[in-house]
């Protein structure tokens, strides 16, 4: 497995490194690792598809390790539920944890690299636990993510810490709690830089902006306002610099969600494919309309920004499998 990966070194830097846009090229035939890390660099950009097309013959091939393939379910779960799909997610996530637990002796190379059962095991369960954030159900979110903390204590791998500490700061922000949430986005972004990847760093900062804003909503701490959806708005650009279309949308949303507080009323906290990042503004129940969609004849600041997030979303949908593309949908 260690080998595996110092063979593709190029596909590694795109997923997990310094180069998140760079073009993917779907590796049907080469091993199994470079075709999961392949599936999760091209879902970071986006192309859920191609995505889907690798993940789906890594988990139908019986050569495919069990822990990799475990690794495949968990991924497609992470896809689906940028889009809200949290029903479908929490299948893939559960397939996730089934497999892994199947897999059998420990390989410490893949550990080494975050690819072994175990790390499959954590991220099925912090999928899960993202899954209830995602329908307001934050009692068996924390319990989720107790279980595994449990796990996670013994292997430590920085990815699964960092996305147990975005799941940690939603629940946070889900329960009205936004000072513990702010400091398990603090705790992210800090991992995020450390490990390196542009990516999970960004989905970091993403996170405890939102926390943060929210905060100072609270009173807690200052930066709310238009200076913080300024900030979103940062993020969204800086997103599409690297090719990450799905964090652009992301954080045009939350921006966009921001924007209409104000006139909308408190915050609600609910995750959902209107409010992606979990932060904690409220939407209108109708197609998720956030402030009016005009002020004396010109856009409102929420109107333009989901006008952009429209056009990123219309990008995914190009990109994106049938499945998909029925989320993206509804969202519209």
Request: proline content about 5%.
């Amino acid at each position: 497995m260690v080998s595996t990966h110092i063979a593709h070194p190029e596909l590694w830097s795109i997923a997990f490194g310094p180069r998140p846009g760079v073009s993917v090229v779907s590796p049907r035939r080469a091993d199994p690792t470079a075709r999961w890390t392949a599936a999760v660099a091209l879902g970071g950009q986006g192309r859920y598809a191609a995505a889907a097309a690798l993940l789906e013959v890594l988990a139908a091939d019986p050569r495919t390790p069990r822990a990799l393939a475990a690794h495949a379910a968990v991924t497609r779960a992470s896809h689906l539920r940028q889009l809200g799909g949290h029903g479908a997610a929490a299948r893939f996530d559960g397939l996730g944890i089934r497999l892994a637990t199947a897999a059998g002796r420990p390989d410490p190379g893949a550990a080494a690299l975050g690819i072994d059962a175990r790390t499959a095991l954590v991220d099925g369960l912090v999928g899960l636990a993202a899954d209830a954030v995602g329908r307001a159900d934050a009692a068996a979110a924390t319990s989720l993510l107790t279980r595994a903390d449990a796990v996670l204590g013994d292997c430590a791998g920085p990815r699964s810490t960092i996305r147990a500490g975005w799941v940690r700061a939603e629940i946070a922000l889900l329960r009205g709690d936004p000072a513990v949430a702010v400091r398990a986005a603090a705790d992210a972004v800090a991992g995020a830089r450390r490990w390196g990847s542009a990516r999970h760093l960004l989905k970091s900062r993403l996170v405890a902006e939102v926390a943060g804003l929210v905060a100072a909503r609270a009173g807690l701490v200052e930066g709310a306002g238009s200076a913080g959806s300024a900030r979103l708005d940062a993020l969204a650009e800086e997103a599409g610099e690297l090719g990450l279309l799905p964090l652009r949308w992301a954080a045009l949303l939350a921006a966009a969600g921001l924007a209409g507080a104000a006139t909308d009323g408190p915050p609600v906290g609910r995750r959902g494919p209107h409010n992606p990042s979990g932060a904690a503004v409220r939407t209108n129940e109708r197609h998720g309309r956030t402030a009016p969609e005009s002020v004396n004849g010109a856009a409102s600041d929420a109107a333009r920004r989901r006008h952009a997030a429209a056009h990123a979303l219309s990008a995914m949908f190009t990109r994106s499998d049938p499945q998909l593309r029925r989320l993206m949908r509804e969202v519209v």
